[in-house]
């Protein structure tokens, strides 16, 4: 029988077994990088353990966030590029989880592709690594399945999950939101991760040259559309250390319409000035190439703006001054006001 683990036919069948195994050595040393001291085992075991330090905290609540990469990887696939996607898996789970006030623990990962190539598996989890490092996460697990005859070879997609934790009393929970409130802007990278199906009509990218040099973007449209989505956990955490923070909102799919109203309770909106939002030029790039309105702009994309948090008026110069500290051009781009519209851009 012998003892080594490959089996014929499921290789005539398109899966390699022992691919899979290169892939795990491969990644060892990136995964082993985000290891904190709540983690007990290493990759290669059925289950990740992790034992969190809940020391001073009364009332430990854990917090999940789950996410994928979405078609932003057919611009990495279409590239050749698979270092960086792994951030914007992570970052899309962990700037959902500190939205409530949370901080991430721990991260995990599923990426199916059609044909298991190690060193592609171990490129794509190396930007996983650096998206848990950023985060202060641990990355203590994965799966990788190979799918032959449901994905193209080529194929891939990556998508994982969070679990983090906050003391209940510490929730962020909209409850001590209050008219004239400051709504801060916490500055985007690019496109980040999301309405890249729209993205990729407009540049028609399975067409398009996406190594062609921009003036107006100060680099290829290939490197712009593939910019990581910006981590905001540790600059989070240390304004809620010395602000009032009222509500966090990440902007996703669905722009500032969808997402800076879930941060809100009824009975007050977020006034947005217009003026105010230091767009970037890859979404007037956008607007412009596609003939996008202004209101689906704003409806789709977060046109420069990742992350909006409110805090009360009187703590909001701190909160800046905190956030500028960490390399954060934070500015104020809104008030909270009475009103039974959620937000209204004007």
């Known amino acids: 029988m012998g003892t080594t683990s490959r089996s014929e036919a499921y290789a005539a069948a398109g ?64 590239l050749g590029k698979f270092d960086t996607v792994g951030i914007d898996c992570v970052a899309m789970c962990v700037n959902d989880i500190i939205c409530c ?14 044909k298991n190539i190690p060193e592609k598996v ?20 994965g799966e990788t399945a190979e799918h032959p005859g449901t994905m193209a070879e080529d194929d891939f997609d990556l998508a994982g999950f969070s679990v983090g934790v906050v003391d209940r009393c510490n929730i962020i929970d909209q ?14 990278t690019g496109v980040h991760s999301n309405g890249f199906s729209l993205v990729r009509k407009v540049f028609d990218v399975e067409n398009a040259d996406l190594t062609v040099y921009s003036d107006e ?55 947005i000035d217009r003026n ?15 003939n996008v309105s202004e209101r689906d702009m704003f409806n789709t994309y977060n046109m420069g703006v990742g992350m909006a948090v409110i805090t009360s008026a009187d703590t909001a110069d701190a909160a800046i001054a905190s956030f500028r500290a960490d390399g954060i051009d934070a500015y104020i781009a809104g008030e909270i006001i009475s009103s039974q519209d959620k937000i209204t851009i004007i």
């Not at 789950?66 to 057919?74: M, S």
């Not at 490129?123 to 203590?140: D, F, H, K, R, Y």
């Not at 409850?175 to 985007?188: C, E, N, R, T, Y």
């Not at 100060?218 to 910006?230: R, S």
């Open 276 to 290: 105010s939002i230091k767009v970037l030029p890859i979404f007037d790039m956008i607007a412009k190439k596609g």
């Open 175 to 188: 409850s001590s939101m209050k008219a004239g409130d400051a709504v801060i802007a916490l500055p985007s």
């Open 217 to 271: 973007l100060g680099m290829t449209i290939g490197e712009a559309l593939l910019t990581p989505t910006k981590i905001y956990v540790k600059p989070v955490l240390k304004v809620l250390e010395t602000a009032q923070v009222h509500g966090i909102s990440h902007i996703t799919g669905g722009g500032f319409y969808e997402n800076i109203p879930r941060s809100i309770p009824d009975g007050l909106g977020a006034k």
């Open 15 to 78: 899966v390699d077994i022992e691919a899979g195994y290169k892939g795990v050595k491969l990644m060892k040393n990136d995964v082993e990088r985000t290891f904190t001291p709540g983690v007990l085992t290493g990759i290669g075991g059925f289950g990740g353990l992790f034992a969190p330090d809940l020391t001073g905290m009364k009332e430990p609540v854990f917090v999940s966030g789950t996410d994928g990469v979405g078609t932003k990887q057919r611009i990495a696939q279409i």
């Open 101 to 114: 006030g949370a901080k991430p623990l721990f991260f995990l990962d599923y990426i199916a592709i059609g």
């Open 122 to 141: 171990a490129t794509l989890v190396s930007g996983v690594a650096e998206g848990c490092i950023q985060s202060g996460s641990a990355l203590i697990g």
